[in-house]
């Protein structure tokens, strides 16, 4: 058994309605940073993501292409699966809510709930979005000019009448409203931690929970004309990885309750009013953090869409940019919790500035001195005066803010943090002006080139949870043993042994020039 603290951490799982879109690869890039964030800092980290494949938006879609609802899942599952291989995510499952566990999961967390007294039957009419998988109560929906009905989120909503089984939710007002108040950090961001008080203030009515309708679904325990309504079984999901309602003494029961559920502003309500009810009925350990990240936008802030022909194509953005760079970018540019744009010429812009400019020239510079001027190995630093112990200092402190900030889903303050020590150390640098040190004071430029060095190092290790595959480079180039690149190697700990040998540097981040734009 593992001694190191568990961390568990979650993306929602996506529909595999479609093709995975810039949004998805958004969350999964997102929450790949924190899952290797935390085990580069010492946790015993469990990371999931995967796909919700029940429900009528499913079948619907399906039965538009003319094909099964397995046969659809089945088919854009694996592109998800695709994706998050070409995003180097590091999750360590991918769960389908097909699967057998998931079906079993489904329906032992149906059973408590029903054990517990919060589910009966009787009929539901009201109004149902299809493409938000949600009922709505009917002053949250408009008619709009154009004659049709739509939800909250702009979806349309078409009207439904069916037997259904309820969940109690009307009798958790008082319990949800007790754990917002009693756990200020259970909703992320703030606003959406009002919107949910408020949502919740404002009165909950029971939820309808089962479907009749259609078939596309986890059969509801003893009454198999019912299928669950999706969020029962999606949410579910969640619980179903870590194996503790089918093995409660197996390998990844111990994770439950997650440390963070990282997830869209649009479900946030399914997952901060719904599930900890559906938890607290079951008898289940609440989540400790939901956060809800913003939507990333198209140029011109439109939302994304396929009639509109702005949709960012992840897969056609990595070709383009590399995959480093897209993950770099969204990371820093888009405020965590925020939503954010992302266009081809803001992504030029920001990663010449920060990687080739700004990290990338300044190893380059700083190594290829040392190769040239130091007989290829880091130097032995003299005595460090007041301005290269306050570079050091800076470096130092890193940890600590982004083991902060990182815990707060602050993802872009994490980085920000970084890249000001990258131009602090540009001005240190400059200031010292090594080169001219070469012939005046050798000593002074081999110390000098030294804490340079030693930065780049602390740098590359507290990049490799953002840009894994080019902090990696950068960590060869300083000649990082495998040993001593996660984060018990900053500071002190790790400091650059004088002596050891350095290759010249090879690019790590290559500067971006726009293609010629053809007339
Ligand atoms: O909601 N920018 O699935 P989904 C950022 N199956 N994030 C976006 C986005 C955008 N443009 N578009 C979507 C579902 N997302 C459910 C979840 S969890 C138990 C079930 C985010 O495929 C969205 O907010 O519609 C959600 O977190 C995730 O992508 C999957 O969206």
């Known amino acids: ?101 998931h079906h079993e999961a489904s329906r032992a967390i149906w059973t408590r709930m029903a054990d517990n007294g919060d589910i009966y039957k009787d009929s539901y009419a009201g109004w149902y979005s299809v493409r938000d998988e949600a009922y709505y109560a009917e002053d949250e929906t408009e008619v709009r000019p154009d004659g049709v009905r739509y939800g909250p989120q702009g979806t349309p909503v078409e009207w439904v009448e069916e037997s259904s089984y309820f969940f109690k939710l009307s009798a958790y007002q008082d319990r949800l409203l007790k754990l917002y108040e009693e756990n200020p950090d259970f909703i992320g961001p703030a606003e959406r931690r009002n919107e949910i008080i408020s949502f919740v203030k404002s009165g909950l009515r029971d939820l309808s929970i089962s479907r009749t309708t259609f078939d596309w679904g986890v059969k509801v325990p003893n009454d198999p004309a019912h299928v669950m309504y999706v969020w029962v079984d999606a949410l579910t999901n969640y619980v179903t990885a870590t194996g503790l309602l089918t093995d409660e003494n ?14 869209g502003k649009d479900i946030i309500r399914f997952h901060t009013v719904y ?26 802030g439109e939302k994304m869409s396929k009639s509109l022909g702005n949709v960012l194509d992840p897969f056609e953005l990595i070709e383009h940019f590399g995959l480093d760079a897209i993950r770099y970018y969204l990371m820093r540019e888009i405020s965590f919790g925020q939503d954010g744009f992302c266009s081809e010429e803001a992504i030029g812009i920001r990663i010449n500035a920060d990687l080739a400019n700004g990290i990338g020239n300044l190893a380059s510079r700083s190594l290829s001195m040392i190769v040239k ?30 083991r902060d900030e990182m815990g707060k889903q602050m993802i872009h303050k994490a980085l920000a943090a970084i890249i000001a020590v990258v131009s602090e150390t540009d001005r ?89 734009t053809t007339a």
């Open 428 to 516: 240190y640098f400059a200031g010292q002006e090594p080169w001219a040190l070469k012939k005046t004071d050798p000593e002074r430029m081999g110390t000098v080139l030294y804490v340079t060095a030693e930065v780049v190092r602390q740098i590359a290790i507290l990049l490799q949870p953002f840009v894994p595959q080019s902090s990696g480079k950068l960590l060869d180039l300083v000649a990082a043993s495998a040993d001593a690149r996660d984060f018990s190697a900053l500071g002190e700990a790790g400091r650059l042994k004088p002596g050891t040998p350095l290759e010249a540097p090879k690019p790590v981040f290559p500067r971006y020039v726009a293609p010629e």
């Open 275 to 300: 599930w900890p009810a559906f938890l607290m009925s079951a008898k289940l350990p609440l989540p400790k953090r939901v956060y809800a990240h913003g939507f990333v936008l198209a140029k011109g």
């Open 373 to 402: 001027n130091c007989d290829g190995q880091i130097p032995t630093p003299g005595e460090f005066n007041e301005v290269d112990r306050e570079m050091l200092a800076s470096a130092d402190a890193l940890i600590a803010i982004c």
């Open 250 to 263: 197996g390998p990844r029961a111990k994770f439950w309750p997650a440390d963070a559920h990282i997830i």
């Open 1 to 101: 058994m593992s001694d190191k603290t568990p961390f568990y951490i979650t993306t929602a799982i996506s529909y595999p309605n479609g093709k995975p879109h810039i949004g998805h690869a958004y969350e999964l890039i997102a929450t790949d940073a924190m899952a290797r964030f935390q085990r580069l800092d010492g946790k015993d980290v469990f990371f999931l993501t995967g796909t919700d494949e029940h429900g009528q938006k499913m079948q619907q879609t399906a039965r538009k292409e003319g094909i099964s609802p397995e046969e659809l899942a089945e088919r854009n599952s694996s592109e998800f699966r695709q994706m998050g291989k070409l995003l180097n995510a590091s999750n360590d499952d991918f769960i389908r809510t097909t699967e057998p566990r």
